[in-house]
């Protein structure tokens, strides 16, 4: 199985958070773990807003930083389809980097005979449109 983490799942690795062991089990569980090349830039924004508004200190910000960059080379990137991703926008409503992740799962799933790729992403909006689309949704326990 290809995991394909969204940025809000991504970051669940990295900051502590009720589905933070979920995410482990799934990562651990994937034979590949996959991303969209804009979850780095993504993730990076995340932590350094968290950090200027106090909820991450220097010390944690800068752990967190380096694990995730380190760990970067491990993951999967997969660019996006500029055409797809304004087409699932206007299908689904979804934001620009919602559809660049969306387009960039699909890829993967239309990659070949079989390949089952399952999508997580804490963002509902893009998991139902994730869904129509074919990709194999994970669903966080309630």
Not at 46 to 56: I, T, Y
Not at 82 to 102: E, P, T, V, Y
Request: proline share 1%.
């Amino acid at each position: 199985m290809i995991l394909y983490l969204g940025t809000t799942s991504l970051i669940e690795l990295y900051i502590e958070d009720r589905q933070t062991p979920i995410v482990h089990q799934w990562v651990n569980e994937a034979e590949i773990v996959a991303t969209c090349r804009v979850a780095y830039t993504e993730v990076i924004a995340a932590l350094d807003k968290r950090h200027k508004s106090g909820d991450l200190s220097s010390t944690a910000y800068n752990r967190v930083y380096e694990a995730f960059t380190s760990d970067w080379a491990d993951i999967a990137v997969i660019d996006f389809n500029d055409f797809d991703s304004g087409q699932l926008i206007k299908k689904h409503g979804l934001n620009r980097l919602a559809a660049m992740h969306l387009s960039a799962a699909k890829i993967i799933q239309s990659s070949g005979d079989g390949v089952i790729v399952a999508f997580s992403s804490t963002d509902a909006e893009l998991c139902r449109a994730a869904e129509i689309e074919g990709l194999k949704v994970l669903v966080f326990p309630t």
